[in-house]
Each structure stands twice: as structure tokens, then as C-alpha cells.
């Protein structure tokens, strides 16, 4: 790389030239006078250190603060390419297009403060001679630096920036709405979906109506995003809707916002057998699903037989729901454990009550793309013995996020620990192998025969999983042995409905090994 050479080079004489200068001001041509947009200094230097201090803290991983902190400065070649930060003869010297036009000290090896007053002395330098950078507005440098500082550690740390943010939270926690999901048809938002007794459903708003008003404005050409920001609003404040119907009719609905948390869980039930199918996991999740468990054991015409959990596709979300859920079927025993390098992040959990089902058959369905909190609850239950693991190798995400809010409303998402299953395996690039696999499989018969002649051999799969040194190139060999697919058929929701229909054959699927179901709980 010669030409990088001659430009570090050229970087050190500049150095020589602008150490003549005050420590924290560019010495190399005459600044360009900045525009009106201007960035707050103060609310800047607490957003960057704010973030440092978290990743120095709380990441998994010890991470050298220099060089989050350097790779945080070039993120600024994200807005404006022609902009290189380097280190050379023991400062921080700012160039664009190979000139050097500014030199900084290096801050001391592990102070937060000090690497965000430096970058923030970058920032404001290279605005001066950057056109591009002096017309990003706040937002667009914070997300520019911060990307830069999460970018070498892993692909779940992240940053997001207010708006994002909120979204995030309101998926989470919850938000000020109405209780409804939209699509847009013919260029106009119509109801794909009410949840069931939320404020839209008592005021009257049905599935297939469309929206052609809201607060008197039209919506015709909005987003969904749109849409959502103009229904979404303060808890207990009105929101006028004009709706055209099926007949052609227009009619005003008059819908009192309330904190709706999105449903992720549904059940149904067919021939006594309960199929709860869970498509994420927040703050809801674990008392929606037992609440409607209670419900339908209460109301159905002949008892439950068992229960299906239906995880295919469940990318995860919070890690407590599906830990409670486990607590749900569990009567005792380890559901999960956390282990990282901060104090808060190494967590037991262990299962605290009675199962709610009193040991009826439980399978639960996995695929390729099940991860994160959906693993938790998948392990939890097969390496207690309390359920059989039908379909394909789960995604593999094995570790905890944190999530920090910032000053500017922004979030940091943060790996800070691992999972480890009650067997003692991490699963993090790994997953959670099924007892029943369905990968490449079309009929049912032929994929629980295959099972049946394949029981030693899933049996030794599954010690050998729970014996796997943390490897990736090994780990990603003994995916092979049921290989993750994305499954959306009701091949899998049968074979289960047919093992808990067959006691036998839920027995064999439950503990191949042969080790007694009392021993593991």
C-alpha cells in the first residue's frame, strides 16, 4: 500500500507543522465560515461519552478505548469520504484529500472524557473545511461517529438514533395508540388487523376499513411510518378517524388512545391439543400466553391433551417473558444462565413454580430463523426433559443485549453476555438442536420413521452438542446434523400434534438418550 504510505508520511511532517499551534485548534488554511446549522457542543460531548462509557463498561469483551474511540472519529468519512482521522507521533491528526489540517493530543488510554472532547475538537475541525459535514444536522454525526465506534465489536451492538429509538421502545414497552395494524391499498392506509378489545375495536373500527382521514387531514399517499406517527399520541387523548367502509359510506369514529403493547401470541385449539403461536417477545408476552391458556382450558369442550409452542420465525426479543414462560411448565431446575465481564451481567434463573399444565405433553417448534429469547424458552424446556424440540436447528444467537438510552433519546444495543443452557452449552453460533428433525422432510410419516431408526444417533448429536468447545468452524459441522431451514408449513405443527398424540413416541422424542424424564427435572 504505498500510496497510504506517502499519505501517513505526509500526515507525520504535517504534524510537525501544526504542533506549533494551541493543542485544540487547526492551523492549516483559513476555516471556511460554518452555516447556520450548527452542532450543540455540550449535548454532543455527552452523547459520545455517554456511548464510550458504556462500551468500555458493559461490552462483552474488554475493548481498548483508543480504538473505539479513533474508529468513532472515522466514522466522519461516512458523511464526507475525503476525511481521514490517523494517529502519528503521539497525537490525532485531522486531514481531508491528504492535507493535514489539524493535530490534537492523544487523551490518556482509558479517559471516556477525554476521547469525547477530542472528537468532538474533530468534528468541529473538519466541519470548517467540510461542506458535507457542515450540512449534516446533529443526528446524522452522532450516527456517523457512533457507527464508527460499534463498528469492530460484533453484529448485534449497535446504535439507533432518537426516532428509532422510540420505535424500538414502543415495540418493547408498548406506546399511546389505537390498537390497530395498517397496509396501504391503492395508494390509502386500510385496517389489516384490530387487536381484539383495544380502544379501535370498542370504538367500532373494523378490519378492511380504510382510512381517509385523521384529525380532518387526508392519507392518501402516506406511509405506513406516516400513519402510525399521526395515530400515535399522548395516553388518554383523542384521535378522530373518518373511515370509508365496504358499502361506500364514510363514518367518523371518535378512538381515546390507550398504551397498547403489540399482541405477539395467539392460541387455538383442534381435537384437545393447544397450538400457542409466539411471534416475539415483550413485556406481554409470558401473561398473554398463560392468560389465554387458563382461558381455554376453562372454556373447551373436552380437556387439553397438550400444547404446542409454535416459535418458527421468532427472531426473540426481551429475555425475561421467555424465561417466565419456561417458569410456566417448569417446577424446578436451571432455566438459563448469563455470563459476562460486567457484575450485572452474570444472572441465574431457575423455574420457582407449578406447571400450569400439571406434566401434560409440551412440544415446541423451532426453525432456522427462531433466535435469541425463542432459543431460551426452547432449551430451557428440552434440557429439563419438559418438552420435545420438533423442526430444524435454531438461528444460533446465544448472546444478551443491554440497551442505553443517551442523552439526545438515542439508544446503544450492547452484547454484554452469553447464554448458557441448563446442560452447560453456549448456543451462540450453534443454536438448539430439535429431537424430531423436519429439515428437508415432506411427509410426516417418513420424518418420524427416520426419527425412530435415527434415535442413537440424535442421541449421541445431542451430547456431543452439549459438549461443544466454543468454535465456530466446529460448531458450524455439527449444524449439518439437522440443518436450519425456514419452515412455515403445517408439516411440523403435525408431527407434533402426533407425538403428543402418541405417548410412546413422546416419550422416545423426549429423552433419546433414554434417561428418565424424573432425572432431568
Not at 15 to 21: F, G, I
Not at 353 to 360: E, P, V
Request: glycine share 8%.
Amino acid at each position: 500500500m504505498p500510496g497510504r504510505t506517502r499519505t501517513f508520511q505526509s500526515l507525520r511532517r504535517g504534524v510537525l507543522a501544526l504542533a506549533c499551534a494551541a493543542a485544540l485548534h487547526a492551523c492549516a488554511g483559513a476555516p471556511t465560515p460554518p452555516t447556520a446549522e450548527t452542532l450543540p457542543r455540550l449535548a454532543a460531548e455527552e452523547v459520545i461519552a455517554a456511548a464510550l462509557t458504556h462500551v468500555t463498561e458493559r461490552y462483552i469483551d474488554p475493548v481498548p478505548l483508543e480504538t473505539v474511540g479513533l474508529e468513532g472519529m472515522r466514522g466522519l468519512g461516512a458523511i464526507d469520504p475525503a476525511v481521514t482521522v490517523e494517529r502519528a507521533d503521539g497525537r490525532l491528526v485531522l486531514a481531508r484529500d491528504g492535507e493535514a489540517l489539524a493535530s490534537f493530543p492523544l487523551p490518556a488510554r482509558n479517559d471516556a472524557a477525554g476521547w469525547s472532547t477530542a472528537t468532538l475538537e474533530i468534528i468541529m475541525a473538519a466541519r470548517r473545511r467540510s461542506a458535507d459535514l457542515r450540512a449534516a444536522p446533529a443526528e446524522k454525526i452522532y450516527e456517523a461517529v457512533l457507527d464508527g465506534v460499534l463498528s469492530g465489536l460484533d453484529e448485534f451492538s449497535r446504535y439507533a438514533g432518537a426516532d428509532e429509538a422510540r420505535e424500538n421502545r414502543a415495540k418493547r414497552d408498548g406506546f399511546g395508540g389505537i390498537g390497530v395494524s395498517f397496509k396501504v391499498v391503492d395508494d390509502l392506509p386500510r385496517v389489516a388487523r384490530v387487536i381484539e378489545d383495544g380502544p379501535a375495536a370498542r370504538a367500532g373500527l373494523r378490519a378492511g376499513d380504510i382510512i381517509v382521514r385523521v384529525d380532518g387531514k387526508p392519507t392518501r399517499g402516506l406511509s405506513i411510518a406516516a400513519l402510525a406517527k399521526a395515530v400515535r399520541g399522548q395516553v388518554s387523548a383523542p384521535v378522530t378517524l373518518a373511515v370509508r367502509r365496504d358499502d361506500g359510506k364514510v363514518a367518523v369514529l371518535t378512538v381515546v388512545r390507550e398504551h397498547v403493547v403489540p399482541p405477539t401470541v395467539t392460541v387455538t385449539a383442534e381435537d384437545g391439543i393447544a397450538v400457542a403461536r409466539i411471534t416475539s417477545f415483550n413485556q406481554d408476552t409470558a401473561s398473554s400466553l398463560e392468560s389465554k391458556l387458563r382461558h381455554l382450558r376453562a372454556a373447551a369442550a373436552q380437556p387439553l391433551r397438550g400444547v404446542v409452542l409454535d416459535l418458527r420465525g421468532n427472531p426473540g426479543g426481551l429475555m425475561r417473558p421467555a424465561i417466565q414462560i419456561a417458569d410456566l411448565f417448569l417446577t424446578q431446575g436451571t432455566i438459563i444462565r448469563t455470563n459476562g465481564r460486567h457484575p450485572d451481567s452474570n444472572q441465574y434463573y431457575a423455574a420457582s413454580g407449578a406447571d400450569m399444565i400439571q406434566g401434560l405433553p409440551l412440544a415446541v417448534l423451532l426453525d432456522g430463523s427462531s433466535a435469541s429469547a425463542a432459543e431460551i424458552l426452547a432449551a430451557a424446556l428440552q434440557d429439563r426433559g419438559r418438552a420435545v424440540v420438533v423442526g430444524t436447528t435454531s438461528f444460533g444467537k446465544g448472546t444478551v443485549q443491554t440497551v442505553m438510552r443517551l442523552p439526545n433519546e438515542g439508544e446503544v444495543t450492547l452484547t454484554w453476555s452469553r447464554l448458557i443452557a441448563p446442560s452447560g452449552y453456549l448456543f451462540h453460533k450453534l443454536g438448539v438442536m430439535p429431537a424430531i428433525c423436519t429439515s428437508g422432510g415432506d411427509d410426516a410419516d417418513a420424518v418420524l420413521a427416520q426419527a425412530r431408526q435415527e434415535r442413537a444417533r440424535t442421541a449421541e448429536t445431542l451430547a456431543r452438542w452439549r459438549r461443544m468447545p466454543h468454535d465456530e468452524a466446529l460448531r458450524r459441522r455439527l449444524r449439518t446434523a439437522c440443518r436450519a431451514q425456514y419452515r412455515r408449513g403445517r408439516l411440523d405443527l403435525d408431527i407434533a400434534r402426533r407425538v403428543i398424540g402418541d405417548r410412546a413416541a413422546y416419550a422416545r422424542a423426549l429423552m433419546p438418550d433414554g434417561e428418565s424424564t424424573a432425572a432431568r427435572r
